[in-house]
């Protein structure tokens, strides 16, 4: 169990594996003296081929463990755990929560062609969220919603540039191409890692969208809201668990991350313990 901080200034973050590593890189940016403790749930990734069910559970369980170790806000760092289960998310937990989701909204600005392609997992492509993202900011535009199984799984393996991940974008990205869309949204924080391939099949002209930045920046006014913020602190640090063996994690985290961390095991037994406090009854 990470030590609850009695400071006001710690982050939790979470996603289902080390894809919203990208999400902790763009707050690490934006909030330099925030203390960040990042779950990767990769003993139970991918999400994207979970039921909804599983998903709202283990969320709960993730952001009650986070609370818990003295989180002041979360950040869910997961396109699948929002567009399923935000809902049902912040009505159970009492603390502020920003939420990554697909950026359907900037990218409908973007386009020229009026077609914008959306890359997510089935889960995401299937949710009430997405469903409602599209209906509210996609009048009058072409979207394109391409499910991508097994994408979360190799960024999980480490492998970002293999011929074989290579392939398998093309037969994603080439038909959104073909369709016309000059925009992609990266609705997956797992698929911000692979944005060098993706760019080098699109080529420089195509808009490619996410998150990420968005998510720090809504963060910041977050933190500010709860008078959390003092610029005077000292650099803030980065706790890194995962669900999975950390000997296996520690080589991937280190890749993605730019530098090598130390990551712990978060045994499910922790993130599964009940504390009553941070839940609203
Ligand atoms: N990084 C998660 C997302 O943004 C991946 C979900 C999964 O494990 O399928 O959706």
């Not at 290579?166 to 692979?194: M, N, S, W």
């Amino acid at each position: 169990m990470v030590k609850p901080s009695a400071s006001l200034q710690t982050v939790g973050v979470f996603d289902s594996g080390v894809g919203g590593l990208s999400v902790l890189k763009a707050l690490r940016r934006e909030c330099p003296s925030i203390n960040f403790i990042y779950i990767a749930d990769s003993g139970n990734a991918p999400y994207g081929s979970r039921p909804p069910e599983f998903i709202e559970k283990r969320i709960i369980e993730i952001a009650d463990y986070l609370v818990g170790a003295g989180a002041q806000i979360i950040v869910v760092a997961c396109n699948t755990a929002t567009t399923v289960a935000i809902e049902k998310l912040r009505a159970r937990i009492a603390i502020p929560v920003v939420a990554v989701e697909p950026a359907i909204k900037p990218a409908v600005a973007r386009t020229k062609t009026g077609v914008v392609g959306v890359l997510a997992t089935e889960r995401t492509i299937e949710s009430a969220g997405i469903a409602k993202l599209c209906r509210e900011f996609g009048q009058g535009v072409a979207l394109l919603l391409q499910p991508c199984p097994g994408l979360v799984e190799r960024v999980e393996r480490g492998e970002l540039a293999t011929d074989s991940t290579r392939e398998h974008l093309c037969k994603l990205i080439q038909p959104l191409l073909a369709q016309g869309a000059d925009t992609l949204v990266l609705g997956c924080t797992h698929y911000v890692f692979l944005e060098p391939e993706i760019r080098r099949i699109t080529g420089p002209e195509i808009n490619i969208i996410e998150s990420s930045e968005a998510v720090a920046r809504q963060t910041m006014r977050r933190l500010g809201d709860c008078e959390a913020v003092d610029l005077d602190l000292k650099p803030g640090d980065e706790t890194f668990l995962t669900t999975s063996l950390p000997e296996v994690a520690q080589p991937i985290f280190s890749l993605l991350w730019g530098g090598s961390v130390e990551v712990r095991k978060l045994e499910n037994r922790s993130a599964c313990a009940s504390n009553l406090a941070c839940i609203r009854a």
